[in-house]
């Protein structure tokens, strides 16, 4: 994507309380030009509380917030020239057309005529449908036409707040390629997101959020690639596998896979004989390792008499690095 080193965004130790309870607590990152920015976090951990600090729709406790060279505080006119934002869901006029809507929300803007509406709307892809009335259209189309009144006043960062909610699959997609299309045209975005799978296919770079603190902030792949490699074994024996994992200095056994999906915990054979004894005869382990010690734990396995049917490596993703983070938070 066509990133430069502009910071388009900066936000400095953003703090926010209501009465006695902070909950932003003093955040700071930057965004830059021409990039996706993923802002990720579960419900509630204080993306939509930030984005409005972001657009001045509520003062910060504390900190600062600057687009292009301007204080959202002091030069609060100048610095929502630059933005173009859509919080929750695109306030639109239902029983007016596509069109009329656009029309309407371009009278609140400077040097903004039919030639930007048309401009927009070929952007966002609506010209079948753009004189239809807005009831009529689906959600995805809302969407979009939520996207266009942000960009009529030709901004240079727009914020989506959970802009694929509701979404089918292929919605989401088409959303995903729109999104990544604008940010090759030059445009900042900022995604705000619950959805780990979306920020990792899309985001160049991400913030992670967690109780109102970011925790991490980084390019994705980078991130994803410091959470580590994951290793699964297929063994049998399982009760002698363990015996052979735990004693391998370069290895960490992490949980046994239990049925298809679903993890728990091994304990330590050493205190825990009962649960040892009840352990299938074949299993499924996952292990952290290094993948140049792989054949070492496989030489020492098949030396111990354990039957190995499958070694898989597991490649990271923002999830595991999510929830090293933040100590197992619930997200999507």
């Known amino acids: 994507m ?155 960062l727009l914020i989506l707040d959970e802009p694929t909610n509701g979404l089918d699959p292929q919605g989401i997609k088409e959303m995903r390629e729109f999104i990544k299309r604008l940010a090759e045209g030059g445009l900042s975005l900022f995604v705000s997101s619950h959805l780990l799978s979306e920020i990792q296919q899309m985001c160049d770079r991400v913030a992670i959020i967690s109780r109102g603190q970011v925790v991490q902030v980084g390019e994705v792949e980078e991130l994803v690639s410091s959470a580590g490699s994951k290793v699964i074994w297929t063994v049998e024996p399982a009760a002698q596998a363990i015996e052979v994992l735990s004693t391998i200095p370069e290895l960490q056994l992490i949980s046994e896979l239990v049925e298809e999906g679903v993890e728990r915990e091994v304990r330590n054979k050493q205190t825990d004989q009962a649960y040892i004894q009840q352990v299938n005869l074949k299993s ?8 140049g010690d792989i054949p070492k734990v496989n030489e020492a396995l098949v030396k111990a008499g354990v039957r190995i049917y499958s070694i898989e490596t597991k490649n990271p993703t923002l999830e595991d690095l999510f929830l090293g983070l933040t100590g197992g938070e619930r997200i999507e």
């Not at 930030?50 to 100048?78: A, F, Q, Y």
């Not at 499924?284 to 993948?291: C, I, K, L, P």
């Open 284 to 291: 499924s382990f996952v292990t952290s390792v290094q993948s």
């Open 2 to 156: 066509a990133q430069n080193k502009e910071i388009v965004l900066s936000v400095q130790n953003l703090k926010k309380r209501f009465r006695d309870k902070e909950i932003i607590k003093g955040i700071s990152f930057d965004v830059y030009g021409g990039e996706i920015f993923g802002f990720l976090g579960p419900n509630g951990s204080g993306k939509t509380t930030t984005i409005r600090m972001l657009v001045g729709l509520i003062k910060p406790s504390e900190g600062t917030v600057v687009v292009c060279g301007h204080d959202i505080r002091k030069e609060h006119n100048e610095a929502l020239r630059k933005v173009g934002c859509i919080v929750e869901n695109p306030e639109l006029y239902p029983y007016l057309t596509g069109w009329e809507n656009l029309e309407h929300f371009a009278r609140m803007l400077q040097d903004v005529g039919e030639d930007r509406i048309l401009e927009v709307v070929e952007i966002v892809g609506l010209d079948q449908r753009i004189h239809d009335k807005v009831k009529t259209y689906s959600l995805g189309m809302r969407q979009r036409l939520g996207i266009a009144q942000a960009l009529l006043g030709r901004p240079k």
